[in-house]
């Protein structure tokens, strides 16, 4: 049965170009597959054995004994990667919230100037509207306006991702 596991484990990752690692879980005996390495893995407190594949080839096996400054290098690049690609995400994610909100500001613009086309007068529709300090796309985000942001995700978050509607 482990024969046929790794087998199918080995073929599944040939496709994966990602690093993956995989270990048997010690409670339940099924094998575990995660882009992100676990928390044992080449660290001081023992865990399972760890496999670790790499762009369908295997590059690592906790089995086999390294120096303890080959560990400390395998795991901090193992972390360090993992690391990375959750910035980049956090990143994407308040890219797109710039710009869903400035798409909303535009709209909004829009909305306003029909209606004060609409009475006629020209008249502003809100004087706090003057207050509002949005930024352009050419604007670059400044450390106060990327906490701004952080802060709106982690409400939007603490929401359960529904804006509060």
Avoid: C
């Amino acid at each position: 049965m482990l024969v046929v596991v790794g087998l199918i484990s080995i073929l599944a990752t040939q496709s994966v170009q990602a690093r993956m690692y995989q270990w048997r879980n010690p409670l339940t005996g099924t094998m575990q597959v995660s882009g992100k390495p676990p928390a044992w893995y080449r660290g001081e407190a023992d865990g399972p054995r760890v496999w670790v594949y790499d762009g369908g080839f295997l590059v690592d096996d906790t089995a086999i004994s390294v120096t303890d400054e080959q560990a400390e290098k395998l795991r901090g690049a193992a972390f360090e990667e993992h690391e990375a690609r959750q910035r980049a995400e956090r990143l994407n994610r308040l890219e797109r919230l710039a710009r869903r909100q400035e798409l909303r500001r535009r709209a909004d613009e829009r909305r306003a100037s029909a209606d004060r086309t609409e009475t006629g007068g020209g008249t502003r529709q809100g004087a706090d509207s003057d207050k509002l300090v949005t930024p352009s796309a050419d604007t670059p985000l400044d450390d106060s306006m990327v906490g701004r942001l952080k802060d709106l995700i982690r409400d939007f978050d603490r929401q359960g991702g529904s804006g509060g509607r």
